[in-house]
């Protein structure tokens, strides 16, 4: 999870740098390398070549993998498989410890914890004959978050500590009851990318510096918050995992814990999702009281709980995603210091309101500071691992037994009350988006009909092949929860207060988000259509299957979602081509469109750009269309990408634009979900570093740059000269906003994801202003939310978008422009009303009339300001194609763009809003200039 700032002391960097070097070369001050007895099982250190959680020394996956190795080879407690690879193509390891006895049965076990998983036909009584014979299968992990280095640290030794520990009743009875699914590291990729940069830097200056890079090829962090989504392929190998084995407990190990405690644990923050069976919150409470009773009884102080950080609302993160399915699903945050260095605290480093180290009901021992190392945390986590094994193994047939309940009442109350069902029609804007949505459901276990023959339903007439899922089935929670509107609750941080701001995002709609419409039936689904429903099972591909791309149509590449029987049954409607015409002509309300269009540059075809209509007399604009000439293939794209296509011809032609993707050394994930959704559909583009702009000449080399949702000080300073290696420090600077305005200026557009358009705004010195600016969170506060903008089709950077759109929005600007502006206004906010459709907003009156997102004309080139996230973590289909038409949009694309006089009118300013745009002009007139560091 998000590593919270720690104010340190710690020793002198040299002492530390002599130590660093001493133990990788000697292993001194690391715990010396343990000798392997032959015929015994292996220690840690006798492949590691030091003790695990040794100060200055990480294990790499690598080593990890080889000790895993040879202790399977060593121990029939402990079974090794090969489950997945990862994005570079590390192959990814899951290891099951046990007895023997119940290695020699695993089949027999998972078959039982599939059973009560899926409980349609099971009575009470078989349920409970099941659990007697059941073990409890118990998931945990570690390294997701590669930067925080203990837990992949910990599982080597907890693997170690179980197969050598039965002489501990505790841990016999482990072994006894107990399946542990153990994975080494969940992120292997992350796991060494970590180990080898800390490691190039212990004994130097930048021993701890930041990694200028994301611990997954696209998103780092991010790959804690894919848990529905499982756009990554780490996040599919860990979900198709978790539905073959259906484990009762999902345990997820993190750092840090909120300063000055030492870790957190549940019960979570409020607030807690509504659709989560209340057997699983009940579950998740007691462990973690169990944890920290254990931890307790061992004199590990600073344990916390609940508190205003982590709470469970967004279902999103790996472990929640999987509350939805009766998992009794949770994290940890264990702290944090920096990598192996170890850091040292006094009482003057604790916060003033924590100096007095009063006892607390969920902070009942505080922490009193000192030495705080990863063998610290290390053994934390091992107590807590342990604890949660230990409360598997007494609590084994009630966790077996409410997993069965669980599921059995969930299918009762979609039994007997709404939804009943969704209906997802194959009629829609984008018919690839809904398949999208539902093979992603799918492959998290959701089983999905389609209608054989037509059939009605309150009133309604639904064609045959229309998807329905019935709600009437064990993980319709998960479903709920995702189709939903969010309404956050309007909590604060004291009477009359700001927000208390929800730790991730406030709403998710997929629906919305995707563009995919469904129809929620709100009475029974009678018998007549029950007949007609076909459940969906098709030809499942092995996961390791050896294929480039099993489905064009979606996203994932390789297999994808193919191994799964369900999702690999959802197929579009078959592309088809219709009407006359020399070209083909496709609709970028179809984000195939941009595939198509990107294999026909790449094929040496011809793509036109065929120009919508403005709106007049309050009608809305019409979009543009694209049009594809001497391109051999198009019938197999079309049939491959699902594509509804129409010939036509005429239209301005268009070359394939040179695109330019800002990549910062201080990695960003937004940056790099750009980067994952631009690959997927065929752009082709470079990653600009910081050099690339400085060295100048950008309009020889681009015709479009874009900047992904980065915050100023990100893009103009990056990181602190002396915190990382000289190569990495810096930003742009005033010489790189130098060399962007005149690639601008010379005709090249500058394309602004979100905050990044501020910079663009005070850096080019735009005649545009960001009117919430200033607001106090008491008066506005708007934290990922999805919000109806109106947009207007006809210009070519909202081709294909509806007029009233759902996107995405966090931290996002408001626009207004000034004197001097010339340009556009692409979509707005309604005069009236509030535009929030789910999630939070507070002040919805300080958006009403304002822009959303401007074209912005600069010299001869244009700046695109996008006050909106339309990549967001790869969820927004709806929206992708604003990304796509900003990537085109060069010379002849704008020059394209019909008038649309009509469409926006700046409101009038109040008297509050002149108030303090002199304020913000007087703070700027006193800072330094050139936007420098």
């Given at each position: 999870?998000?590593?919270?700032?720690?104010?340190?002391?710690?020793?002198?960097?040299?002492?530390?740098?002599?130590?660093?070097?001493?133990?990788?070369?000697?292993?001194?001050?690391?715990?010396?390398?343990?000798?392997?007895?032959?015929?015994?099982?292996?220690?840690?250190?006798?492949?590691?070549?030091?003790?695990?959680?040794?100060?200055?020394?990480?294990?790499?996956?690598?080593?990890?993998?080889?000790?895993?190795?040879?202790?399977?080879?060593?121990?029939?407690?402990?079974?090794?498989?090969?489950?997945?690879?990862?994005?570079?193509?590390?192959?990814?390891?899951?290891?099951?410890?046990?007895?023997?006895?119940?290695?020699?049965?695993?089949?027999?076990?998972?078959?039982?914890?599939?059973?009560?998983?899926?409980?349609?036909?099971?009575?009470?009584?078989?349920?409970?004959?099941?659990?007697?014979?059941?073990?409890?299968?118990?998931?945990?992990?570690?390294?997701?978050?590669?930067?925080?280095?203990?837990?992949?640290?910990?599982?080597?030794?907890?693997?170690?500590?179980?197969?050598?520990?039965?002489?501990?009743?505790?841990?016999?009875?482990?072994?006894?009851?107990?399946?542990?699914?153990?994975?080494?590291?969940?992120?292997?990729?992350?796991?060494?990318?970590?180990?080898?940069?800390?490691?190039?830097?212990?004994?130097?200056?930048?021993?701890?510096?930041?990694?200028?890079?994301?611990?997954?090829?696209?998103?780092?962090?991010?790959?804690?918050?894919?848990?529905?989504?499982?756009?990554?392929?780490?996040?599919?190998?860990?979900?198709?995992?978790?539905?073959?084995?259906?484990?009762?407990?999902?345990?997820?190990?993190?750092?840090?814990?909120?300063?000055?405690?030492?870790?957190?644990?549940?019960?979570?923050?409020?607030?807690?999702?509504?659709?989560?069976?209340?057997?699983?919150?009940?579950?998740?409470?007691?462990?973690?009281?169990?944890?920290?009773?254990?931890?307790?009884?061992?004199?590990?102080?600073?344990?916390?709980?609940?508190?205003?950080?982590?709470?469970?609302?967004?279902?999103?993160?790996?472990?929640?995603?999987?509350?939805?399915?009766?998992?009794?699903?949770?994290?940890?945050?264990?702290?944090?210091y920096r990598y192996a260095t170890p850091g040292f605290y006094t009482i003057g480093d604790f916060p003033p309101s924590e100096r007095d180290l009063r006892p607390e009901s969920l902070y009942s021992s505080p922490w009193e500071g000192g030495w705080w190392r990863l063998r610290d945390a290390v053994d934390y986590m091992l107590t807590a691992s342990i604890s949660v094994l230990d409360v598997a193994a007494k609590y084994r047939t009630d966790l077996l037994y409410n997993r069965y309940q669980a599921g059995r009442d969930i299918i009762a109350q979609y039994e007997g009350g709404p939804p009943y069902a969704y209906f997802v029609p194959q009629d829609q804007r984008d018919p690839v988006a809904a398949v999208e949505l539902l093979r992603r459901l799918a492959f998290n276990g959701i089983e999905i009909d389609q209608l054989e023959r037509a059939a009605s339903h309150q009133g309604l007439d639904h064609p045959a092949g229309t998807w329905v899922i019935r709600m009437d089935q064990e993980f319709a929670h998960f479903v709920r929860q995702l189709f939903v509107i969010q309404d956050y609750p309007d909590l604060r941080e004291y009477p009359e207060g700001p927000p208390d701001q929800p730790y991730d995002v406030s709403g998710w709609t997929l629906p919305l988000q995707m563009g995919v419409r469904v129809i929620e039936a709100a009475a029974p689904l009678g018998p007549q259509l029950r007949e007609a429903l076909l459940p969906l099972s098709g030809e499942a591909l092995a996961w390791d299957a050896e294929v480039e791309d099993a489905s064009p149509f979606d996203s994932p590449i390789g297999v994808g979602f193919d191994s799964h029987r369900v999702a690999a049954a959802i197929l579009p409607p078959a592309g088809r081509i219709t009407g006359g015409g020399s070209a083909l002509v496709v609709d970028p309300a179809q984000n195939n469109a941009f595939k198509a269009i990107n294999r026909a540059w790449a094929a040496g075809a011809r793509v036109s750009y065929l120009p919508g209509a403005a709106g007049a007399d309050e009608e809305p604009g019409t979009g543009g269309r694209y049009a594809i000439s001497g391109f051999p293939s198009e019938a197999g794209v079309v049939r491959d990408l699902g594509l509804q296509a129409t010939r036509g011809g005429g239209g301005t032609s268009l070359r394939a634009p040179r695109i330019g993707l800002y990549r910062p050394w201080n990695a960003s994930m937004d940056e790099g979900w750009t980067r994952w959704v631009l690959e997927r559909y065929g752009f082709d583009f470079a990653s600009l570093r910081n050099a690339d702009v400085l060295a100048g000449d950008l309009s020889d080399r681009y015709d479009v740059i874009i900047v992904a949702d980065l915050s100023q000080g990100q893009i103009l300073n990056g990181f602190a000269k002396g915190s990382v290696p000289p190569r990495y420090a810096g930003g742009l600077g005033p010489g790189g906003v130098r060399e962007l305005d005149a690639f601008v200026r010379g005709g090249g557009t500058l394309v602004t994801l979100n905050r990044s358009a501020l910079f663009a705004i005070e850096e080019l010195h735009l005649p545009v202003r960001n009117v919430v600016a200033g607001l106090s969170r008491q008066d506005y506060f708007q934290s990922g939310s999805i919000l109806e903008m109106i947009v207007d089709p006809s210009h070519p950077v909202m081709s294909g978008m509806p007029e009233r759109a759902s996107v995405v929005a966090g931290q996002s600007p408001v626009f207004t422009t000034e004197e001097g502006f010339e340009g556009r206004v692409m979509a707005k906010y309604e005069v009236e009303g509030s535009p929030l459709l789910s999630g939070y907003l507070l002040g919805a009156e300080h958006l009403a009339g304002y822009a959303a997102a401007v074209d912005v004309a600069h010299g001869d080139g244009r700046v695109v300001l996008l006050g909106m996230r339309p990549q967001w973590r790869g969820q927004p289909f709806g929206n992708f194609r604003i990304l796509f038409n900003a990537a085109l949009y060069g010379r002849e694309l704008a020059a394209a763009a019909p008038e649309s006089a009509e469409f926006w009118t700046a409101p009038k300013e109040t008297e509050d809003e002149t108030e303090r745009e002199t304020e913000r002009e007087t703070e700027r007139e006193g800072e330094p200039g050139d936007g420098g560091p």
């Open positions: 999870m998000t590593t919270r700032t720690m104010k340190t002391r710690t020793p002198t960097t040299r002492a530390l740098a002599v130590a660093g070097a001493l133990a990788l070369v000697t292993g001194v001050g690391a715990g010396r390398a343990e000798a392997q007895t032959p015929g015994s099982v292996p220690t840690p250190g006798s492949v590691l070549g030091h003790a695990v959680g040794a100060d200055f020394r990480l294990a790499t996956y690598e080593t990890s993998i080889e000790y895993f190795e040879r202790l399977a080879a060593a121990t029939d407690r402990l079974e090794l498989r090969e489950v997945g690879r990862s994005s570079f193509g590390r192959p990814v390891y899951l290891a099951l410890i046990s007895s023997a006895e119940n290695l020699a049965n695993l089949d027999r076990h998972r078959e039982i914890a599939q059973r009560l998983a899926h409980p349609r036909g099971l009575t009470d009584g078989e349920a409970q004959r099941l659990a007697a014979e059941g073990r409890a299968l118990v998931w945990i992990d570690g390294g997701l978050h590669a930067s925080e280095v203990a837990h992949a640290q910990h599982t080597i030794q907890l693997a170690y500590d179980l197969v050598t520990g039965d002489a501990d009743p505790e841990i016999a009875a482990i072994l006894d009851d107990v399946i542990l699914l153990l994975w080494p590291s969940i992120n292997p990729d992350g796991q060494t990318m970590i180990a080898d940069w800390y490691h190039s830097n212990v004994g130097t200056p930048y021993e701890v510096a930041s990694a200028p890079f994301l611990y997954q090829k696209y998103i780092g962090h991010d790959n804690n918050r894919d848990g529905y989504m499982i756009n990554q392929i780490e996040s599919r190998y860990t979900t198709r995992v978790a539905r073959e084995w259906e484990p009762h407990i999902l345990y997820n190990h993190h750092q840090s814990s909120p300063f000055p405690t030492r870790i957190w644990i549940p019960p979570f923050a409020e607030p807690i999702s509504p659709h989560v069976h209340p057997l699983m919150w009940r579950m998740v409470n007691l462990i973690g009281m169990a944890m920290s009773q254990a931890l307790e009884e061992r004199g590990q102080r600073g344990a916390t709980h609940m508190g205003t950080g982590f709470d469970n609302w967004y279902p999103g993160f790996m472990d929640h995603a999987h509350n939805f399915h009766n998992v009794v699903s949770f994290l940890t945050e264990t702290a944090l």
